[in-house]
């Protein structure tokens, strides 16, 4: 009987385990079916709204990414020909910089599934923006695009239709977070691929406001070429980002024209320094580079017929006048045939009368570094052996182991156009006379950029201080380095009206609006920047003592004499950073002048 009980003891037990099992599954395959269901109804939809797409229109905010891979474009095939000429030995200012960064600059990318962003405030109803309401879409935009729920619709005949933007032939580049990214162009494929409308918010926002100094073109000029760490770091988010320790330049007022440079093919000029510049009336360059054995292959591309020079020039001058800056560095460090030097100064002077046409003030400039022979030897002047490219273009930028000697040939071969030839100096200090650093005050003294007919200077990598010191050091030592350079070159005033600066310095330690904090986060955006006031000292820069400072009351003005003006980033009423006065204050003359 013990058995038999047991016996039935299992059978229930069995059965029952078998019934659970048996209603689990049928309620899991009803979950199965009822989800197909929903996805194959928002797969009918997308389908649906992408019919319904109108042919014209603005460019969208968001945009739907379905299953993209992005990667860098296949490499061209090398050109036939003969073998170009041994490179000789790498210059000082190609030490590979950008080398350890191309890894992180090629970020992984995620197969996307079907993800849909939520249309901006200014959007249509079809979620994309109308044609010229494309501000909310241009670098410099203080809002993210958030994630969130598509913008549905319900016609007539009751079918849920997915309102999506109109997606573009190629997407911007983004990070992980879909937020976008300032890139440049890698390859002669990638150079031609690009297409005008398909990253909005890497176009630049600010026009270039005009400077009395633009109409003395004799006058010798202050060129900074940026070259930090292999570029578009920290300064690759058109938006910004969290983070106040970032390298930012607030001496524009200096500065005549900023070259943004990297060792890549194309380097485009991210949007924040261009608004940044273009704000005080700085000219912004973007860089053509080629190196070695790989840029003689490409070189043998670019160069291969007059038309394919003309399709060069054609595509830069695009490019330069979509993303909204103003010329072109052009820098060759490899040999080039015989035939091919009479291709680039073609190429150069086709580029220098389309870019004037198409950007009116833009300027191109020569590297000094191939000779009329192919030859890449370097000058360190102004000579017969590079003269041809000179004359082809706007202006030259000499190597940086040059003497006085070799600036005084240069004065005398340039003639009336001396400033257009720019004294390289390495701030680095590698071959550069004086030493570079703290110690470029004795190579403008060499160059004396104050006695009429002089050269203008070309400086390389400021961003060594921010390199090479601490960051609570930087700030001091930054204003000390630039103080070199303001006893040499007077302030730019720029004309125009209306006037306005929050004394912004591109980053801040929390983010103000109307006076109050808005984010209690530190964040940078170098687009922010806003006009530096000076008048014996640089109140955006740091600190700096002026003679007086006035302000107007009603029927009378009184003024701050030996005011000192500091930028405070503790409080501000709009964005990271206000101005701070101090002084005695006395009765003034009549208002002649005012702050905001």
Not at 421 to 436: N, P, S
Request: with cysteine; net charge positive; charged share 15%.
């Amino acid at each position: 009987m013990a058995a038999v009980g047991v016996v039935a003891v299992v059978f229930v037990a069995c059965l029952v385990l078998g019934l659970a099992l048996h209603l689990y599954q049928r309620r899991r395959g009803q979950a199965s079916s009822q989800g197909a269901r929903k996805v194959g109804l928002y797969d009918r939809s997308l389908l649906r709204a992408t019919a319904q797409r109108p042919a014209t229109g603005g460019r969208g905010v968001s945009e739907l990414d379905h299953g993209r891979q992005d990667g860098p474009a296949p490499a061209p095939a090398p050109a036939p020909g003969p073998a170009p000429a041994p490179a000789p030995a790498a210059p000082k200012h190609s030490t590979g910089l950008s080398s350890t960064l191309r890894s992180r600059r090629r970020r992984d990318r995620k197969e996307e599934t079907a993800t849909i962003h939520a249309p901006a405030a200014a959007a249509s109803e079809a979620g994309a923006v109308a044609p010229g309401d494309d501000d909310a879409c241009r670098a410099g935009s203080s809002h993210a695009v958030e994630a969130g729920p598509p913008s549905v619709s319900a016609p007539d005949d009751k079918v849920p239709v997915v309102q999506v933007p109109r997606r573009p032939t190629r997407t911007r580049d983004e990070d992980d977070r879909g937020r976008p990214v300032t890139r440049a162009l890698q390859s002669v494929a990638e150079l031609y691929a690009w297409r005008p409308g398909t990253d909005e918010f890497n176009v630049a926002s600010v026009p270039r406001r005009p400077r009395l100094s633009d109409h003395n073109s004799r006058h010798p000029r202050l060129l900074v070429c940026h070259d930090m760490m292999g570029g578009y770091v920290q300064d690759d988010r058109p938006q910004g980002n969290v983070g106040e320790h970032v390298y930012a330049i607030n001496h524009w007022h200096l500065i005549h024209t900023f070259v943004y440079f990297s060792h890549h093919l194309v380097t485009i000029p991210p949007p924040v320094w261009t608004n940044a510049a273009h704000r005080q009336g700085t000219l912004v360059l973007g860089t053509v580079i080629t190196e070695w054995e790989a840029g003689s292959r490409v070189c043998q591309e670019l160069f291969a017929s007059s038309q394919s020079a003309s399709r060069f020039a054609d595509q830069l001058c695009a490019i330069a006048a979509y993303y909204r800056f103003d010329g072109w560095l052009i820098n060759i460090e490899n040999p080039l045939h015989t035939h091919q030097v009479a291709l680039m100064v073609e190429f150069l002077r086709l580029l220098r009368t389309r870019m004037h046409a198409a950007v009116p003030g833009s300027v191109v400039l020569w590297y000094d570094s191939v000779i009329t022979t192919g030859h890449l030897k370097w000058q360190n002047e102004l000579n017969a052996h590079n003269r041809i490219f000179f004359d082809s273009c706007d202006g030259i930028f000499l190597n940086y182991h040059w003497t006085p000697q070799h600036l005084a040939r240069s004065r005398a071969a340039a003639g009336p156009r001396a400033a257009d030839v720019y004294a390289g100096i390495d701030v680095f200090g590698r071959g550069t006379y004086g030493g570079g650093g703290f110690s470029c005050s004795k190579a403008l003294d060499a160059v004396v950029p104050t006695t009429p007919g002089s050269l203008s200077v070309a400086l390389f990598a400021p961003g060594w201080v921010f390199e090479n010191h601490e960051q609570p050091r930087f700030a001091p030592l930054q204003e000390r380095f630039w103080q070199q350079f303001s006893a040499c070159y007077p302030p730019h005033a720029t004309t125009g009206l209306p006037f306005h600066t929050d004394f912004g310095t591109g980053t801040g330690r929390h983010v103000f609006v109307d006076g109050h904090v808005a984010s209690p986060l530190p964040w940078h955006n170098l687009s922010t920047t806003g006009p530096s006031l000076s008048a014996g000292g640089n109140i955006a820069s740091g600190s700096g003592t002026n003679p007086s400072v006035y302000f107007p009351e009603p029927g009378s003005a009184r003024c701050f004499a030996n005011a000192r003006c500091t930028v405070d980033r503790s409080v501000g009423f709009q964005g990271g950073a206000c101005a701070s006065i101090s002084g005695s204050l006395t009765p003034g003359s009549s208002g002649s002048g005012s702050g905001s």
